[in-house]
């Protein structure tokens, strides 16, 4: 009976969201992000520390629901032009090469395989919009010039990723094919530019046109139901070309933004409400996904290095590229910052190359800490450094 009730889905969601109530309290006494409270607390209930939650496929999905409602909203606060900038191509470009580099030239410089290399240089290129973007949207920062570049650039990061991790995969495997590289570039930027085209100019109005409709006003939850089931559709498209599904998530949240609503539930509110409980459990998940006692002295010393090579390759590859296209060095050094998490989309990484039989448990472990090392790096520069609350706002402009 108390296997039961300790497996049930009532009992595994109620343990964590007061893990998540924890996060917040930790996170407000050591006055840090509550991403960085979160995440502390998942590695306590995880394996790592007292093994009360494991990241089992209920957790997983959950955490899958929250980095999607997550981007939602953060894509109510972009326009068209936030992504179209061609500085953000120049930004996202350099801050996929230089890691990639980087990556590769560090693990083979630690003795392990040309394949072991080319992966973890892969799993560096990846940036986590999710973290950042949370992290801006808390310190009220998503308006800021840095931040759409941040957003801007890491959404042509992950196409770009896409296509390195096509390039790693068919190299290991000695079958490179241009054009499947090609297939599935010209698909993910075709997807990207139909979906916000299609979402602004036949979504957005027909939403509205709902609005108008006696149903909606019997029923002003319609819209939002409506509104939410093409942003899932949009990420399932996503996934099914390859990219993460946030990016899709992210696209029908700016194809949205421009709905003005009479009688309807906002969209972007009911989605708020959704993103505050799941989003709070896809952070605890980080914590839980990695179990400290996997490392040992050998796996240590990896971590340490690719850890410091992939914040330094995404400061550097993002960060003077931004500081050339004219933005000042406070906001190069936020953008470089910005796109250092790794977060799920490294840990991904990983998956696929331990599941291909490509890295072994070595790199494994050291990929998902470096993912989380650097989740967690970002938000305690940007609140006790680069975003300090202190900061005059006017020191943050748009670049000529």
């Given at each position: 009976?108390?296997?039961?009730?300790?497996?049930?889905?009532?009992f595994?969601?109620?343990?964590?969201l007061?893990?998540?109530?924890?996060?917040?309290l930790?996170?407000s006494r050591?006055?840090?992000?509550a991403?960085?409270?979160e995440?502390?607390v998942?590695?306590?209930?995880?394996?790592?520390v007292?093994?009360?939650?494991t990241?089992?496929?209920f957790?997983?999905?959950?955490?899958?629901?929250?980095?999607?409602f997550?981007?939602?909203?953060?894509?109510?606060?972009f326009?068209?032009?936030?992504?179209t900038?061609?500085?953000?191509?120049?930004?996202?470009f350099?801050?996929?090469?230089?890691p990639?580099?980087?990556g590769?030239?560090?693990?083979t410089?630690l003795?392990?395989?040309?394949?072991s290399?080319?992966f973890?240089?892969t799993?560096l290129?990846?940036?986590?919009?999710a973290?950042?973007?949370?992290v801006?949207?808390?310190?009220?920062r998503l308006?800021?010039?840095?931040?759409?570049?941040?957003?801007?650039a890491a959404?042509?990061?992950?196409v770009?990723?896409?296509?390195?991790?096509?390039?790693?995969?068919?190299a290991?495997?000695g079958?490179?094919?241009?054009?499947?590289?090609v297939?599935?570039?010209?698909a993910a930027?075709?997807?990207?530019?139909?979906?916000l085209?299609?979402g602004?100019?036949?979504?957005s109005?027909?939403l509205?046109?709902?609005?108008?409709?006696?149903?909606?006003?019997?029923?002003?939850?319609?819209v939002f139901?409506?509104?939410?089931a093409?942003?899932?559709?949009?990420a399932?498209v996503a996934?099914?070309?390859?990219?993460?599904?946030?990016?899709?998530?992210?696209?029908?949240?700016v194809s949205?933004r421009?709905?003005?609503?009479?009688?309807?539930?906002?969209?972007?509110?009911?989605?708020?409400?959704?993103?505050?409980?799941f989003?709070a459990?896809?952070f605890?998940?980080?914590?839980?996904?990695?179990?400290?006692?996997?490392?040992?002295?050998?796996?240590?010393?990896l971590v340490?290095?690719?850890?410091?090579v992939?914040?330094?390759?995404?400061v550097?590859g993002c960060g003077l590229p931004a500081?050339?296209?004219?933005?000042s060095w406070?906001?190069?050094?936020v953008?470089?910052?910005?796109?250092?998490?790794?977060?799920?989309?490294a840990m991904i990484?990983?998956?696929?190359?331990?599941n291909q039989?490509v890295i072994?448990?070595d790199?494994?472990?050291?990929?998902?800490?470096m993912s989380?090392?650097?989740?967690?790096?970002?938000?305690i520069?940007?609140?006790?450094?680069?975003l300090?609350?202190?900061?005059?706002?006017?020191?943050v402009s748009e670049p000529q």
């Amino acid at each position: 009976m108390n296997e039961t009730i300790l497996g049930s889905i009532e009992f595994q969601m109620s343990l964590l969201l007061f893990v998540a109530i924890a996060g917040y309290l930790i996170a407000s006494r050591i006055n840090q992000s509550a991403v960085i409270g979160e995440i502390l607390v998942g590695i306590l209930v995880g394996p790592s520390v007292l093994g009360l939650i494991t990241y089992t496929d209920f957790v997983q999905s959950l955490a899958h629901l929250g980095a999607i409602f997550l981007l939602f909203v953060i894509g109510f606060e972009f326009c068209l032009r936030d992504l179209t900038d061609p500085r953000y191509l120049g930004i996202a470009f350099i801050g996929v090469v230089v890691p990639w580099i980087g990556g590769y030239l560090t693990t083979t410089m630690l003795g392990y395989s040309t394949a072991s290399a080319l992966f973890v240089g892969t799993a560096l290129t990846a940036t986590s919009i999710a973290i950042t973007a949370n992290v801006l949207k808390e310190l009220g920062r998503l308006d800021s010039p840095a931040a759409r570049a941040i957003i801007g650039a890491a959404v042509i990061d992950d196409v770009l990723s896409l296509l390195v991790l096509g390039i790693t995969t068919d190299a290991i495997k000695g079958s490179l094919e241009i054009q499947n590289l090609v297939t599935s570039l010209v698909a993910a930027v075709l997807f990207i530019g139909l979906g916000l085209m299609v979402g602004i100019q036949i979504v957005s109005p027909l939403l509205a046109r709902l609005d108008c409709r006696p149903l909606a006003r019997q029923y002003p939850e319609f819209v939002f139901l409506t509104a939410l089931a093409i942003a899932f559709l949009y990420a399932m498209v996503a996934e099914l070309i390859g990219l993460s599904s946030i990016v899709g998530a992210f696209i029908a949240g700016v194809s949205c933004r421009e709905i003005t609503l009479c009688q309807s539930k906002d969209p972007r509110e009911g989605a708020e409400y959704l993103q505050v409980i799941f989003a709070a459990i896809f952070f605890v998940s980080l914590g839980i996904i990695v179990d400290l006692h996997a490392v040992t002295p050998g796996i240590a010393v990896l971590v340490i290095a690719v850890t410091i090579v992939a914040v330094l390759t995404k400061v550097i590859g993002c960060g003077l590229p931004a500081r050339l296209f004219g933005y000042s060095w406070r906001d190069a050094a936020v953008v470089g910052f910005g796109m250092a998490p790794r977060g799920e989309v490294a840990m991904i990484v990983a998956l696929i190359g331990l599941n291909q039989g490509v890295i072994g448990q070595d790199i494994f472990v050291a990929i998902l800490l470096m993912s989380l090392i650097t989740t967690i790096i970002t938000p305690i520069v940007f609140q006790n450094w680069l975003l300090r609350s202190g900061m005059d706002v006017r020191e943050v402009s748009e670049p000529q």
